[in-house]
């Protein structure tokens, strides 16, 4: 797109929204996003209805890597949902990097940004599909009972390590337990040096990404988040091709996720995964993988800390079912509680709150004309929060999921259609086993040190930590429960 049909898409551009304040114009509505972008919106949403822009005009970019972006526009709601979801031709995704995905290839610096964090991601339409049919087989059944194993493995081991009486920053604890079991399915190594090095380079990443600094000042001068991050791009490029190579040598067929890719065929052309595409591939699902599990299990300990009745009531179902031992797949189908309780959990503090696109010609939303290039976010976590969908959508109800049965459009915590998280099982699983081992063994209850605030746009995780106690399960569940403070009260119902 010329500067000229740019500059004319943006005039066209219609969707309602605030606008420009003087002096400081475009750069404080996303200041207020990255701030707290689901606060904000809502605001946006309730003054300007379910398709609303973050500036009137256009002239705002959050996630797009493309040369221009004409505006950004929030949807919600399930026809949004499935509008975007599945018209694969039109509503484009991008790698995880965003608008620093564009500065790919400037320099012998910025090369490794052509895969960092690339993945299905990177990828659209056809190429897309085909990728994603060599992927498949690493999330098979047979595969997951291979995974399932190394939960429980790894969570023992962690509960092992749990003491009793002491306060743990239980967002850390939830990241470090799968960090490790991710490393485990990944890389085939429990937290091996190659394996965590990886992890604690994408966390990093990912944080420095929400750097104001990164985003104004990309230049790669020491001292500076750019430097640093590209730093952390090379690091990753490094460990993983020596990684790559040793499998590739070794010639193995391990059952971790890493070798089946490398040994994987497509069955019509015969061809197989470049190394930049098993690079890009094994990032985003390590990043994608263990942070929105942890911040599901997170969230879901959190809730169930505030609601003893609850909670009463699933561990009388995990000790009729597993009577103290880890679950295998065929128990996990005997547990409709904790099955209900999870996606009660991610439905009220929806561990991904958003699903971004970018519209590859121009198309029409909610009545509203988008132009080509135009960057939309689809709020998963608004669209759980409509009373017409969700009676009383603020209470965390785990029993509305006896008589609710919602669509994919409806209920979308893995997305929908054909980009639906091809790891949803996987996480799915891993969520059930850790709770259902941690609950039997011990008693989790919340410590109201500082207010429990949201943070994140990619991830939503507690700003400043969540401190819980430990207890051996004594089914105090009463003690702990009230005293909350922070944001987070505004987005589910919690006792005084």
């Not at 929204?17 to 750069?27: N, S």
Request: with cysteine; glycine share 8%.
């Amino acid at each position: 797109m010329t500067t000229t049909s740019a500059a004319a898409a943006r005039s066209s551009f219609n969707v309602p929204g605030p606008r420009p304040l003087p002096l400081v114009g475009r750069a404080l509505n996303m200041l207020r996003f990255g701030q707290d972008s689901i606060g904000y919106t809502r605001q946006l949403f309730q003054e300007y209805g379910n398709v609303v822009a973050l500036c009137q005009g256009g002239g705002t970019r959050l996630y797009s890597p493309q040369p221009n972006c004409p505006a950004t526009v929030f949807a919600y709601g399930p026809e949004m949902v499935r509008q975007v979801t599945m018209q694969h031709d039109v509503y484009h995704k991008f790698p995880l990097t965003g608008p620093l995905y564009r500065f790919q290839g400037t320099s012998e610096r910025t090369k490794p940004l052509q895969h960092f964090l690339v993945g299905l991601f990177g990828v659209n339409e056809d190429h897309h599909l085909q990728q994603r049919k060599l992927m498949m087989p690493a999330f098979h059944r047979q595969r997951l009972e291979t995974y399932a194993e190394d939960m429980i493995a790894i969570t023992q081991d962690e509960l092992e390590q749990m003491r009793s009486g002491q306060v743990y920053e239980i967002s850390t604890w939830t990241r470090q337990i799968t960090l490790r079991i991710a490393t485990k399915s990944l890389f085939g190594e429990d937290i091996g040096t190659a394996g965590m090095s990886v992890g604690q380079t994408i966390q990093e990443a990912l944080r420095l990404q929400g750097d104001l600094l990164l985003q104004l000042f990309p230049i790669d001068i020491p001292g500076l988040p750019w430097h640093r991050y590209l730093n952390l791009a090379a690091q990753y490029e490094a460990g993983m091709r020596a990684l790559i190579k040793a499998k590739q040598q070794k010639g193995s067929t391990d059952p971790d996720v890493l070798s089946m890719l490398i040994q994987v065929r497509d069955e019509e052309s015969g061809s197989r995964l470049s190394e930049s595409e098993l690079l890009g591939h094994v990032g985003v699902m390590f990043a994608a993988g263990h942070e929105t599990s942890a911040n599901a299990l997170t969230w879901t300990l959190f809730l169930l800390s505030q609601h003893p009745q609850i909670i009463s009531d699933l561990l009388d179902e995990l000790d009729a079912v597993l009577h103290g031992n880890p679950p295998s797949l065929e128990k996990l189908l005997q547990l409709p509680l904790l099955e209900r309780v999870i996606k009660e959990s991610m439905r009220v503090l929806s561990p991904v709150p958003w699903n971004g696109r970018v519209t590859s010609k121009p198309t029409e939303l909610g009545g509203y004309t988008l132009p080509a290039g135009t960057e939309v976010l689809v709020s998963i976590y608004h669209t759980h929060q409509m009373p017409d969908l969700y009676p009383n959508p603020t209470a965390f109800n785990p029993s509305r999921w006896e008589t609710i049965t919602p669509n994919a459009y409806e209920y979308n915590p893995f997305s929908a259609g054909p980009r639906l998280c091809i790891g949803a099982g996987f996480a799915m699983m891993e969520i059930k086993i850790i709770l259902a081992m941690l609950l039997q063994r011990y008693r989790l209850q919340f410590v109201s040190h500082r207010p429990i605030d949201r943070t994140g746009a990619i991830v939503m995780s507690p700003k400043s930590g969540l401190p819980m106690s430990v207890h051996e399960q004594d089914r105090q569940f009463h003690q702990g429960v009230g005293g909350v403070r922070g944001n987070i009260r505004e987005m589910v119902n919690l006792p005084q």
